[in-house]
């Protein structure tokens, strides 16, 4: 068979030019039809759950679909956190699992079994697992069947109003990386994060309304689309704070607040400028170890009516990492018993340096390690925000010599 790479340019432009008018429930045959063409079989495709913690199927025909995968053991988890294909020999036959990526964010996995795998094989599985991700991405706009496959439990009205508004959970690029990550992950309800990269300039906003209802997810909603319009006004870091501040103020009235964090980081040199409003410090994780909180002037949380705030700075080292994260990581307690506390945040922040993955792989660690600490409770939104700097240039890429 012509595996060459002339082949896979033809089987992948069939590929896209039927599946611009696909409907979504089609997407699945068209994915397992296309991998026959390359003597693939018993193709699963595999998304990753709300919770952070399976690799569930999706349903469709023509498609494997079994039991879901545990992210932490097992040969598709490993290709997620690592965003590499990993093969595991069969007898007379090879499984391969190919990580989904949709630009540098990761959608799931795709199974499938090959009798032998040789470069060509390699190269037009790769590319055609991007072109995959991007469908599955594309689709899953007009469909709610992505959704309900990942959802395992139910979720409450609130915690769906904030999925529906995050960014994309991940994003990794050779000069930064960051990764998010909301608990409890089916009800969350004030927690709320944002970021965009606006040519060198990396920005980043970490809220949390006060409550935990439908009416914190409200404020969230607004203090994010508040941030998102201000932001994209080009205005300074004072001047989202403001911005911000009046649209709670006027929505919600004197009683009502958002604490949040507001970062530009200069993704070409490391220079770092953010404003606190009442929000948790960020911690500052220098090879591999917390160095210390980034301690700056603070402001009043957004809907108060604080005075135009201070903006801090800071030049990051290559390799830095700042975490943000929200106060129900360290105000958990048991009736009677001490907060969880920054301090015990720390040392498991000091134990995430044996996570070897990258950015998401860690973040997602370390949310499930401090759930684990805090005896299994999360009963306020647990948010973790992970960025990290490695500095550099991207000027190559656009090159295709």
Request: with cysteine; glycine share 8%.
């Given at each position: 068979?012509d595996?060459?790479e002339?082949?896979g340019?033809?089987l992948?432009?069939?590929?896209l030019?039927r599946?611009q008018q696909m409907?979504?429930?089609?997407i ?9 063409r ?8 595999l998304l990753q759950d ?6 569930v199927?999706?349903p469709?025909?023509e498609l ?6 545990p ?5 598709a988890?490993?290709?997620f956190l690592r965003?590499e294909?990993?093969?595991?020999p069969?007898?007379d ?5 190919l990580p ?8 799931g996995?795709m199974?499938?079994t090959?009798d032998?795998?040789?470069?060509d ?8 697992s ?24 139910p ?10 508004l ?8 050779p000069?930064?990386?960051?990764a998010g990550?909301?608990e409890p992950?089916y009800n969350?309800a004030?927690d709320?994060?944002d970021?965009a990269?606006n040519?060198?300039?990396?920005h ?5 309304a006060?409550g935990?209802?439908l009416e914190?997810a409200?404020m ?5 689309g508040?941030?998102r319009?201000a ?5 300074s ?5 403001a911005?911000m ?12 607040f958002?604490?949040a964090?507001m970062?530009?980081l200069n ?6 400028d ?17 160095v210390?909180?980034l301690?700056?002037?603070t402001?009043?949380?957004v809907g108060?009516g604080?005075?135009q705030?201070?903006?801090?700075e800071?030049r990051?080292?290559r ?9 129900g ?8 018993a001490?907060?969880f ?5 720390i040392?498991?922040?000091?134990l ?6 990258g950015?998401r ?12 600490e805090?005896g ?16 550099g ?6 090159a295709l010599?």
């Amino acid at each position: 068979m012509d595996r060459s790479e002339g082949f896979g340019e033809r089987l992948l432009g069939l590929l896209l030019d039927r599946a611009q008018q696909m409907p979504p429930q089609l997407i699945a045959p068209l994915i397992a039809e296309e991998v026959a063409r390359i003597g693939g079989r018993e193709v699963s495709i595999l998304l990753q759950d709300y919770g952070q913690e399976l690799l569930v199927p999706l349903p469709g025909s023509e498609l494997r679909v079994g039991e879901p995968q545990p992210i932490a053991d097992s040969p598709a988890g490993r290709a997620f956190l690592r965003t590499e294909v990993i093969e595991v020999p069969q007898a007379d036959a090879v499984r391969m699992h190919l990580p989904l990526l949709d630009g540098s964010d990761e959608v799931g996995v795709m199974v499938l079994t090959l009798d032998s795998v040789d470069d060509d094989d390699r190269r037009l599985l790769r590319r055609l697992s991007g072109l995959v991700a991007d469908l599955l991405v594309t689709k899953n706009a007009y469909t709610d069947q992505f959704f309900q496959a990942r959802r395992r439990e139910p979720m409450s009205l609130a915690a769906e109003m904030q999925w529906s508004l995050l960014p994309p959970l991940a994003m990794s690029v050779p000069q930064v990386g960051v990764a998010g990550i909301l608990e409890p992950a089916y009800n969350v309800a004030g927690d709320s994060f944002d970021y965009a990269l606006n040519d060198n300039i990396l920005h980043v906003a970490v809220v949390d309304a006060m409550g935990h209802d439908l009416e914190a997810a409200t404020m969230a909603t607004v203090a994010v689309g508040a941030y998102r319009h201000a932001r994209r006004a080009d205005i300074s870091l004072a001047e989202k704070y403001a911005f911000m501040d009046q649209a709670i103020a006027r929505q919600f009235g004197p009683e009502h607040f958002v604490t949040a964090q507001m970062m530009q980081l200069n993704v070409a040199t490391g220079h770092l400028d953010w404003v606190n409003a009442g929000h948790p410090p960020p911690l500052l994780i220098r090879n591999r170890k917390v160095v210390r909180a980034l301690e700056g002037p603070t402001t009043l949380p957004v809907g108060f009516g604080g005075d135009q705030p201070r903006v801090s700075e800071h030049r990051l080292q290559r390799g830095d990492q700042l975490l943000c994260y929200t106060d129900g990581v360290i105000e958990e307690h048991e009736d009677g018993a001490e907060l969880f506390g920054e301090e015990q945040l720390i040392r498991c922040v000091n134990l995430m340096g044996q996570i070897e993955e990258g950015v998401r792989a860690e973040v997602r660690w370390l949310s499930h390690t401090l759930k684990e600490e805090r005896g299994g409770r999360t009963s306020d939104d647990a948010t973790l925000f992970l960025i990290e700097w490695r500095g550099g240039a991207t000027d190559h890429l656009a090159a295709l010599d």
